[in-house]
Protein backbone atom coordinates (compact mmCIF):
# COMPACT_ATOMS: atom_id res chain seq x y z
CA UNK A 1 0.00 0.00 0.00
CA UNK A 2 1.65 3.28 -1.34
CA UNK A 3 1.70 6.17 1.11
CA UNK A 4 -0.97 8.89 0.94
CA UNK A 5 0.50 11.91 -0.53
CA UNK A 6 -2.58 13.82 -2.14
CA UNK A 7 -6.28 13.92 -1.16
CA UNK A 8 -8.91 15.04 -3.34
CA UNK A 9 -11.83 16.12 -1.78
CA UNK A 10 -15.62 16.59 -3.39
CA UNK A 11 -18.92 17.64 -1.14
CA UNK A 12 -22.27 16.14 -1.78
CA UNK A 13 -25.08 18.55 -0.69
CA UNK A 14 -27.26 15.75 -0.45
CA UNK A 15 -30.42 15.58 1.62
CA UNK A 16 -32.66 13.69 -0.81
CA UNK A 17 -32.66 10.34 1.10
CA UNK A 18 -33.94 11.80 4.89
CA UNK A 19 -37.11 12.97 5.84
CA UNK A 20 -35.94 16.71 6.36
CA UNK A 21 -33.36 19.37 5.22
CA UNK A 22 -29.62 20.26 6.98
CA UNK A 23 -27.46 17.59 5.68
CA UNK A 24 -27.03 19.64 2.56
CA UNK A 25 -24.63 22.11 4.56
CA UNK A 26 -22.29 18.94 5.49
CA UNK A 27 -20.25 19.67 3.03
CA UNK A 28 -20.04 23.63 3.89
CA UNK A 29 -19.83 23.07 7.81
CA UNK A 30 -16.53 20.92 7.33
CA UNK A 31 -14.75 23.16 5.19
CA UNK A 32 -15.65 25.69 7.89
CA UNK A 33 -13.93 23.38 10.16
CA UNK A 34 -10.76 23.47 8.27
CA UNK A 35 -10.82 20.46 6.80
CA UNK A 36 -8.35 20.95 4.22
CA UNK A 37 -5.55 23.43 6.47
CA UNK A 38 -5.85 20.33 9.08
CA UNK A 39 -4.86 17.74 5.80
CA UNK A 40 -1.97 19.79 4.86
CA UNK A 41 -0.85 20.41 8.42
CA UNK A 42 -0.46 16.86 8.06
CA UNK A 43 2.09 17.09 5.15
CA UNK A 44 -0.01 15.93 2.83
CA UNK A 45 -1.43 18.03 -0.48
CA UNK A 46 -4.90 18.49 -0.54
CA UNK A 47 -7.41 19.60 -3.16
CA UNK A 48 -10.58 20.98 -3.04
CA UNK A 49 -12.71 19.85 -5.82
CA UNK A 50 -15.92 21.36 -4.93
CA UNK A 51 -19.27 19.72 -5.04
CA UNK A 52 -21.24 17.47 -6.70
CA UNK A 53 -24.63 18.93 -8.01
CA UNK A 54 -27.47 17.81 -6.52
CA UNK A 55 -31.26 18.50 -7.10
CA UNK A 56 -32.83 20.48 -4.13
CA UNK A 57 -36.55 18.52 -3.03
CA UNK A 58 -38.33 22.06 -3.24
CA UNK A 59 -37.84 21.59 -7.04
CA UNK A 60 -39.03 17.94 -7.02
CA UNK A 61 -41.88 15.98 -6.44
CA UNK A 62 -41.13 12.22 -4.72
CA UNK A 63 -42.55 9.96 -7.27
CA UNK A 64 -41.73 6.54 -5.34
CA UNK A 65 -43.10 6.32 -2.12
CA UNK A 66 -41.32 2.91 -1.02
CA UNK A 67 -38.31 4.95 -2.45
CA UNK A 68 -38.26 9.11 -2.24
CA UNK A 69 -36.52 11.02 -4.56
CA UNK A 70 -34.78 7.59 -6.21
CA UNK A 71 -34.32 8.75 -9.57
CA UNK A 72 -32.12 12.31 -8.36
CA UNK A 73 -30.48 10.74 -5.87
CA UNK A 74 -29.16 8.13 -8.09
CA UNK A 75 -28.16 11.06 -10.75
CA UNK A 76 -25.90 12.23 -8.13
CA UNK A 77 -24.54 9.01 -7.12
CA UNK A 78 -23.57 8.28 -10.80
CA UNK A 79 -21.54 11.86 -11.08
CA UNK A 80 -20.09 11.23 -7.67
CA UNK A 81 -19.14 7.28 -8.79
CA UNK A 82 -17.02 9.05 -11.91
CA UNK A 83 -15.28 11.57 -9.93
CA UNK A 84 -14.18 9.33 -7.02
CA UNK A 85 -13.03 7.17 -10.24
CA UNK A 86 -11.33 10.21 -11.54
CA UNK A 87 -9.39 10.51 -8.74
CA UNK A 88 -8.75 7.36 -8.33
CA UNK A 89 -7.24 6.74 -11.25
CA UNK A 90 -4.89 9.64 -10.97
CA UNK A 91 -2.94 7.87 -7.94
CA UNK A 92 -4.59 10.30 -5.11
CA UNK A 93 -6.90 9.92 -2.04
CA UNK A 94 -10.61 10.21 -2.52
CA UNK A 95 -12.32 12.06 0.49
CA UNK A 96 -16.03 12.50 0.37
CA UNK A 97 -18.11 14.52 2.64
CA UNK A 98 -21.98 14.73 2.89
CA UNK A 99 -25.14 15.32 2.79
CA UNK A 100 -26.97 12.30 3.62
CA UNK A 101 -25.29 8.78 3.37
CA UNK A 102 -27.23 7.52 0.66
CA UNK A 103 -24.37 9.25 -1.24
CA UNK A 104 -22.21 6.48 0.00
CA UNK A 105 -23.49 4.29 -3.10
CA UNK A 106 -21.70 6.75 -5.33
CA UNK A 107 -18.34 6.77 -3.78
CA UNK A 108 -18.53 2.80 -3.32
CA UNK A 109 -19.08 2.50 -6.85
CA UNK A 110 -16.59 4.71 -7.92
CA UNK A 111 -13.66 3.06 -6.14
CA UNK A 112 -14.65 -0.74 -6.26
CA UNK A 113 -14.70 -0.22 -9.91
CA UNK A 114 -11.07 0.77 -9.81
CA UNK A 115 -10.09 -2.38 -8.22
CA UNK A 116 -12.64 -4.53 -10.18
CA UNK A 117 -11.15 -3.15 -13.34
CA UNK A 118 -7.73 -4.30 -12.12
CA UNK A 119 -9.80 -7.51 -10.61
CA UNK A 120 -9.00 -6.62 -7.15
CA UNK A 121 -11.69 -6.64 -4.24
CA UNK A 122 -12.37 -3.83 -2.62
CA UNK A 123 -12.69 -3.66 1.68
CA UNK A 124 -15.50 -2.06 3.95
CA UNK A 125 -15.89 -0.73 7.10
CA UNK A 126 -19.50 0.98 7.57
CA UNK A 127 -19.90 3.13 10.62
CA UNK A 128 -23.22 3.89 11.75
CA UNK A 129 -26.04 3.22 14.46
CA UNK A 130 -28.29 2.43 11.43
CA UNK A 131 -27.74 -0.33 9.49
CA UNK A 132 -29.07 1.43 6.33
CA UNK A 133 -29.80 -2.03 4.90
CA UNK A 134 -32.91 -1.41 3.76
CA UNK A 135 -34.35 -2.19 0.24
CA UNK A 136 -37.56 -0.10 -1.35
CA UNK A 137 -39.62 -3.53 0.06
CA UNK A 138 -38.87 -3.24 3.76
CA UNK A 139 -37.93 0.36 4.49
CA UNK A 140 -40.82 1.71 7.09
CA UNK A 141 -39.81 5.26 5.63
CA UNK A 142 -39.06 5.49 1.98
CA UNK A 143 -36.39 7.33 3.10
CA UNK A 144 -33.21 6.32 0.97
CA UNK A 145 -30.26 7.11 3.30
CA UNK A 146 -31.30 3.88 4.80
CA UNK A 147 -30.57 1.38 1.79
CA UNK A 148 -26.62 2.07 0.99
CA UNK A 149 -25.45 -0.48 2.44
CA UNK A 150 -28.08 -3.03 1.38
CA UNK A 151 -27.57 -1.53 -2.15
CA UNK A 152 -23.84 -1.48 -2.64
CA UNK A 153 -24.25 -5.53 -1.36
CA UNK A 154 -26.90 -5.72 -4.42
CA UNK A 155 -30.09 -5.72 -2.70
CA UNK A 156 -32.84 -3.18 -3.07
CA UNK A 157 -33.49 -0.88 -5.98
CA UNK A 158 -31.50 -1.67 -9.62
CA UNK A 159 -31.53 2.35 -10.23
CA UNK A 160 -28.40 2.24 -6.83
CA UNK A 161 -27.53 -1.51 -7.06
CA UNK A 162 -26.45 -1.32 -11.00
CA UNK A 163 -24.59 1.38 -11.10
CA UNK A 164 -21.01 -0.05 -10.02
CA UNK A 165 -18.90 -2.20 -11.68
CA UNK A 166 -20.46 -5.16 -10.46
CA UNK A 167 -23.66 -5.88 -8.20
CA UNK A 168 -22.80 -6.58 -5.64
CA UNK A 169 -19.96 -3.46 -5.62
CA UNK A 170 -18.40 -5.60 -2.79
CA UNK A 171 -18.34 -9.03 -1.48
CA UNK A 172 -20.17 -9.39 2.04
CA UNK A 173 -16.91 -11.72 3.45
CA UNK A 174 -15.13 -8.12 2.87
CA UNK A 175 -17.61 -5.88 4.69
CA UNK A 176 -18.26 -4.87 8.27
CA UNK A 177 -20.72 -2.56 10.23
CA UNK A 178 -19.69 -0.90 13.67
CA UNK A 179 -21.53 0.77 16.08
CA UNK A 180 -25.07 -0.60 15.26
CA UNK A 181 -28.13 -0.25 17.82
CA UNK A 182 -30.64 0.68 15.76
CA UNK A 183 -32.56 -2.26 12.91
CA UNK A 184 -35.82 -2.18 11.74
CA UNK A 185 -37.42 -5.79 11.85
CA UNK A 186 -36.85 -6.76 8.04
CA UNK A 187 -33.69 -4.86 8.05
CA UNK A 188 -32.37 -7.15 10.64
CA UNK A 189 -33.77 -10.11 8.97
CA UNK A 190 -31.93 -9.24 5.54
CA UNK A 191 -28.92 -8.20 7.12
CA UNK A 192 -28.47 -11.44 8.77
CA UNK A 193 -29.25 -13.23 5.60
CA UNK A 194 -26.37 -11.22 3.30
CA UNK A 195 -23.22 -12.47 5.47
CA UNK A 196 -21.85 -9.26 6.57
CA UNK A 197 -20.14 -9.09 10.00
CA UNK A 198 -22.00 -6.62 12.26
CA UNK A 199 -20.17 -5.25 15.50
CA UNK A 200 -22.87 -3.88 17.62
CA UNK A 201 -22.70 -1.52 20.65
CA UNK A 202 -23.15 -4.52 22.99
CA UNK A 203 -20.33 -6.14 20.82
CA UNK A 204 -18.02 -2.80 21.68
CA UNK A 205 -18.91 -3.10 24.87
CA UNK A 206 -18.14 -6.42 25.33
CA UNK A 207 -14.82 -6.94 23.31
CA UNK A 208 -13.58 -2.92 23.88
CA UNK A 209 -13.01 -0.75 20.41
CA UNK A 210 -9.60 -2.19 19.84
CA UNK A 211 -10.24 -5.73 19.66
CA UNK A 212 -13.18 -4.58 17.23
CA UNK A 213 -10.77 -2.42 15.25
CA UNK A 214 -8.87 -5.07 14.80
CA UNK A 215 -11.26 -7.75 13.80
CA UNK A 216 -12.95 -4.81 11.48
CA UNK A 217 -9.70 -4.52 9.40
CA UNK A 218 -8.76 -8.03 9.38
CA UNK A 219 -12.26 -8.77 7.79
CA UNK A 220 -12.04 -5.65 5.47
CA UNK A 221 -8.21 -6.45 4.63
CA UNK A 222 -8.43 -10.10 3.83
CA UNK A 223 -8.72 -10.70 0.46
CA UNK A 224 -8.73 -7.13 -0.72
CA UNK A 225 -6.77 -4.45 -2.34
CA UNK A 226 -7.37 -2.16 0.83
CA UNK A 227 -11.28 -0.64 2.22
CA UNK A 228 -13.41 2.30 2.34
CA UNK A 229 -14.31 3.82 5.72
CA UNK A 230 -17.74 5.22 5.71
CA UNK A 231 -18.04 6.95 8.56
CA UNK A 232 -21.94 8.28 9.16
CA UNK A 233 -21.80 10.69 12.16
CA UNK A 234 -24.36 8.61 14.01
CA UNK A 235 -22.48 6.21 14.82
CA UNK A 236 -21.09 8.58 17.81
CA UNK A 237 -23.02 9.31 20.44
CA UNK A 238 -24.94 12.31 20.42
CA UNK A 239 -23.50 14.01 23.50
CA UNK A 240 -20.24 14.55 21.11
CA UNK A 241 -22.28 14.66 17.62
CA UNK A 242 -25.22 16.71 18.30
CA UNK A 243 -25.35 18.01 14.53
CA UNK A 244 -26.55 14.38 12.56
CA UNK A 245 -29.91 13.78 11.16
CA UNK A 246 -31.33 10.71 12.99
CA UNK A 247 -29.55 10.67 16.71
CA UNK A 248 -29.48 7.30 18.85
CA UNK A 249 -28.20 7.03 22.42
CA UNK A 250 -25.61 4.76 23.52
CA UNK A 251 -23.37 5.47 20.96
CA UNK A 252 -19.50 5.21 20.06
CA UNK A 253 -17.30 7.58 22.05
CA UNK A 254 -15.01 10.16 21.24
CA UNK A 255 -11.72 8.47 22.18
CA UNK A 256 -13.10 4.94 21.16
CA UNK A 257 -14.06 6.89 17.51
CA UNK A 258 -10.64 8.00 17.24
CA UNK A 259 -8.82 5.11 18.44
CA UNK A 260 -10.88 3.17 15.47
CA UNK A 261 -9.58 6.17 13.06
CA UNK A 262 -5.97 5.41 14.32
CA UNK A 263 -5.93 1.84 13.76
CA UNK A 264 -7.36 2.09 10.33
CA UNK A 265 -4.49 4.79 9.51
CA UNK A 266 -2.06 2.13 11.52
CA UNK A 267 -3.47 -0.57 8.84
CA UNK A 268 -1.85 1.50 6.19
CA UNK A 269 -4.86 -0.69 4.10
CA UNK A 270 -7.41 2.55 3.70
CA UNK A 271 -8.12 3.66 0.33
CA UNK A 272 -10.59 5.99 0.56
CA UNK A 273 -12.53 7.82 2.83
CA UNK A 274 -16.27 9.76 3.68
CA UNK A 275 -18.13 11.40 6.18
CA UNK A 276 -22.01 11.59 6.00
CA UNK A 277 -24.86 13.02 7.89
CA UNK A 278 -23.96 16.14 9.38
CA UNK A 279 -26.20 17.88 10.28
CA UNK A 280 -25.33 22.50 11.19
CA UNK A 281 -28.92 23.23 11.69
CA UNK A 282 -29.08 20.89 14.83
CA UNK A 283 -25.43 20.98 15.88
CA UNK A 284 -23.88 22.98 18.99
CA UNK A 285 -21.59 25.21 16.95
CA UNK A 286 -19.72 23.56 14.26
CA UNK A 287 -18.51 21.36 16.60
CA UNK A 288 -19.80 17.57 14.85
CA UNK A 289 -17.79 19.08 11.83
CA UNK A 290 -14.93 19.68 13.42
CA UNK A 291 -15.46 16.04 14.75
CA UNK A 292 -15.66 14.66 11.80
CA UNK A 293 -12.13 16.83 10.59
CA UNK A 294 -10.65 15.62 13.82
CA UNK A 295 -11.97 12.32 12.90
CA UNK A 296 -10.96 12.23 9.30
CA UNK A 297 -7.03 13.41 10.72
CA UNK A 298 -6.81 10.52 12.44
CA UNK A 299 -7.75 7.98 9.92
CA UNK A 300 -5.09 10.15 7.89
CA UNK A 301 -2.49 9.45 10.39
CA UNK A 302 -2.11 12.28 12.62
CA UNK A 303 -0.10 10.72 16.07
CA UNK A 304 -0.51 11.61 19.88
CA UNK A 305 3.04 10.63 20.24
MN1 LIG B 1 -25.96 5.73 7.76
Request: glycine share 12%; proline share 5%; hydrophobic share 40%.
Given at each position: MKKISKVCMHGVPMDLGRGHRGVDMGPSAIRIAGMGSGIKALGIEFEDRGNIPVEIPERLVPKNKRARFLRPIADACELLRDEVRIVMDEGHFPLVVGGDHSIAVGTIAGVSGYFLDQKEELGLIWFDAHGDFNTPDTS????????PLASCLGYGAPELCDIGRRRPMVLPENVVLIGIRDLDQSERELLRESGVKVFTMHDIDRLGMARVAMEAIEIASTGTAGFHVSFDLDGCDPSIAKGVGTPVKGGVGYRESHYLMEAVAQSQKLVSLEMTEIDPVLDDGNSTAELAKELVLSALGTRIL
Amino acid sequence: MKKISKVCMHGVPMDLGRGHRGVDMGPSAIRIAGMGSGIKALGIEFEDRGNIPVEIPERLVPKNKRARFLRPIADACELLRDEVRIVMDEGHFPLVVGGDHSIAVGTIAGVSGYFLDQKEELGLIWFDAHGDFNTPDTSPTGNVHGMPLASCLGYGAPELCDIGRRRPMVLPENVVLIGIRDLDQSERELLRESGVKVFTMHDIDRLGMARVAMEAIEIASTGTAGFHVSFDLDGCDPSIAKGVGTPVKGGVGYRESHYLMEAVAQSQKLVSLEMTEIDPVLDDGNSTAELAKELVLSALGTRIL
